[in-house]
């Protein structure tokens, strides 16, 4: 009797170790649900950060995997109201692939999810290591960003380095300036206005490794490009989605009296740019549509404009769509953010603010890529930015100062 117990608990629970979730590293996000040990299932959403915005964005580490048996992930949506009553619905944590990594810097994805009739979507991981990262979509992180920056300094000494300002949390965010500050042409490039929009910093990244390279020497030589691989550093290293944060987020922050340092010290670097020397473009990165192809957001009054202006933003959008074009092509016509019906939410966008307080000559959109795919790996948006970095370089090229 005695013997047969002992065998039993032999074969019943020493076999496998204790699957394990950890989120306590920067960008982890999870609320674990449930976690059943026998079937290795386990359920998460993502977890709730009061006032910061959507709970979209999950990222976890799973540890004493056994190897070659599956695990079931469950992701369901936030139960709780995100703002006012809101409750985000769940298919915006529930990408059509996990992202799964075994050192945390190569992504891959996983097999296609499947949805369930509750709502939740189920993927089948087949762990070839005892860890495993996974995350909704391949992450972008402070610690992605430093080290960007470090390899941009060593390949490029004459950039500098600088903090554009502490966050209201007192974390540093950080952007490079590449180029001569009395070049002819003058850029500003920045992503993650929204922090879960990681896709827009892995194009950030592929269009500044670009830049840096042989490439770009001839744009680079006569252009003066300020580079910020991620806005909301708070909610980037909480794992909070940042978008439509309370009061407001970001990319609705672009008032006269913004609550976020970072915004505030981007207007006023903006500003003093545009007096000295005049900008020539400002683009901002974003990642928001699960089935979007690859677009520009262009400005309201697109259709109204004339002269200069209406010259630039039409050459624009040509030579995007003509260098855009992997993985998908950049739709050839802009979209606009009809959406924000608001006048006065209008006014405090970002790419609205540059527009009010630039030139006639300056170029002022955002770039949205989808990211429901597969191809929107970190290679695929690494391609967007290589063709955001040769339509730039085609359109000063043409000089868009030119009367
Ligand atoms: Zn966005």
Same mark, same amino acid.
């Given at each position: 009797?005695?013997?047969?117990?002992?065998?039993?608990?032999?074969?019943?629970?020493?076999?496998?170790?204790?699957?394990?979730?950890?989120?306590?590293?920067?960008?982890?996000?999870?609320?674990?649900?449930?976690?059943?040990?026998?079937?290795?299932?386990?359920?998460?959403?993502?977890?709730?950060?009061?006032?910061?915005?959507?709970?979209?964005?999950?990222?976890?580490?799973?540890?004493?995997?056994?190897?070659?048996? @599956?695990?079931? $992930?469950?992701?369901? *949506?936030? /139960?709780?109201?995100?703002?006012?009553?809101?409750? =985000? &619905? +769940?298919?915006?944590?529930?990408?059509?692939?996990?992202?799964?990594?075994?050192?945390?810097?190569?992504?891959?994805?996983?097999?296609?999810?499947?949805?369930?009739?509750?709502?939740?979507?189920?993927?089948?991981?087949?762990?070839?290591?005892?860890?495993?990262?996974?995350?909704?979509? @391949?992450?972008? $992180?402070?610690?992605? *960003?430093? /080290?960007?920056?470090?390899?941009?300094?060593?390949? =490029? &000494? +004459?950039?500098?380095?600088?903090?554009?300002?502490?966050?209201?949390?007192?974390?540093?965010?950080?952007?490079?300036?590449?180029?001569?500050?009395?070049?002819?042409?003058?850029?500003?490039?920045?992503?993650?206005?929204?922090?879960?929009?990681?896709?827009?910093?892995?194009?950030?990244?592929?269009?500044?490794?670009?830049?840096?390279?042989?490439?770009?020497?001839?744009?680079?030589?006569?252009?003066?490009?300020?580079?910020?691989?991620?806005?909301?550093?708070?909610?980037?290293?909480?794992?909070?989605?940042?978008?439509?944060?309370?009061?407001?987020?970001?990319?609705?922050?672009?008032?006269?009296?913004?609550?976020?340092?970072?915004?505030?010290?981007?207007?006023?670097?903006?500003?003093?740019?545009?007096?000295?020397?005049?900008?020539?473009?400002?683009?901002?990165?974003?990642?928001?549509?699960?089935?979007?192809?690859?677009?520009?957001?262009?400005?309201?009054?697109?259709?109204?404009?004339?002269?200069?202006?209406?010259?630039?933003?039409?050459?624009?959008?040509?030579?995007?769509?003509?260098?855009?074009?992997?993985?998908?092509?950049?739709?050839?016509?802009?979209?606009?953010?009809?959406?924000?019906?608001?006048?006065?939410?209008?006014?405090?966008?970002?790419?609205?603010?540059?527009?009010?307080?630039?030139?006639?000559?300056?170029?002022?959109?955002?770039?949205?890529?989808?990211?429901?795919?597969?191809?929107?790996?970190?290679?695929?948006?690494?391609?967007?930015?290589?063709?955001?970095?040769?339509?730039?370089?085609?359109?000063?090229?043409?000089?868009?100062?030119?009367?």
């Amino acid at each position: 009797m005695k013997r047969s117990l002992a065998l039993f608990v032999f074969f019943t629970f020493p076999l496998h170790a204790e699957m394990r979730v950890s989120t306590d590293f920067d960008g982890g996000n999870a609320e674990v649900v449930k976690l059943d040990q026998a079937s290795q299932t386990v359920r998460i959403m993502p977890k709730l950060h009061e006032a910061r915005g959507w709970p979209c964005w999950w990222y976890l580490k799973l540890e004493g995997l056994t190897l070659g048996r @599956p695990v079931q $992930l469950q992701v369901q *949506a936030q /139960t709780k109201p995100f703002r006012d009553s809101t409750v =985000l &619905p +769940a298919a915006w944590s529930q990408p059509k692939h996990a992202w799964l990594s075994s050192d945390g810097t190569s992504w891959t994805p996983s097999e296609a999810g499947a949805r369930g009739d509750d709502k939740t979507m189920t993927y089948t991981l087949r762990p070839k290591t005892q860890s495993l990262h996974v995350a909704w979509g @391949p992450p972008f $992180l402070p610690a992605d *960003a430093e /080290t960007l920056l470090a390899e941009l300094t060593a390949t =490029l &000494p +004459a950039s500098k380095r600088f903090e554009l300002s502490k966050t209201r949390d007192g974390r540093a965010v950080h952007g490079i300036r590449i180029g001569d500050d009395k070049a002819r042409h003058q850029v500003w490039i920045g992503a993650r206005q929204h922090a879960w929009e990681t896709g827009g910093s892995q194009v950030g990244r592929g269009f500044i490794r670009w830049y840096a390279s042989d490439e770009a020497k001839t744009l680079r030589a006569k252009t003066c490009l300020h580079f910020i691989p991620i806005m909301d550093v708070d909610n980037v290293a909480l794992g909070a989605g940042g978008k439509e944060a309370v009061p407001r987020d970001h990319n609705r922050d672009w008032a006269d009296a913004p609550i976020y340092p970072e915004v505030a010290a981007a207007q006023r670097m903006i500003s003093e740019i545009h007096q000295k020397h005049g900008l020539d473009a400002y683009i901002d990165l974003h990642n928001p549509g699960a089935n979007d192809p690859i677009f520009f957001f262009g400005p309201f009054a697109f259709e109204r404009m004339t002269g200069t202006q209406q010259r630039n933003y039409s050459r624009w959008i040509e030579l995007a769509a003509e260098n855009i074009t992997s993985p998908y092509p950049v739709e050839p016509k802009y979209r606009f953010a009809t959406y924000v019906t608001d006048e006065e939410e209008r006014s405090r966008m970002s790419s609205g603010w540059v527009r009010k307080h630039t030139g006639d000559f300056t170029l002022s959109v955002t770039l949205e890529t989808g990211w429901n795919s597969p191809l929107m790996s970190v290679e695929g948006y690494s391609n967007v930015g290589i063709g955001l970095g040769r339509a730039l370089r085609d359109y000063l090229e043409e000089d868009p100062r030119r009367p």
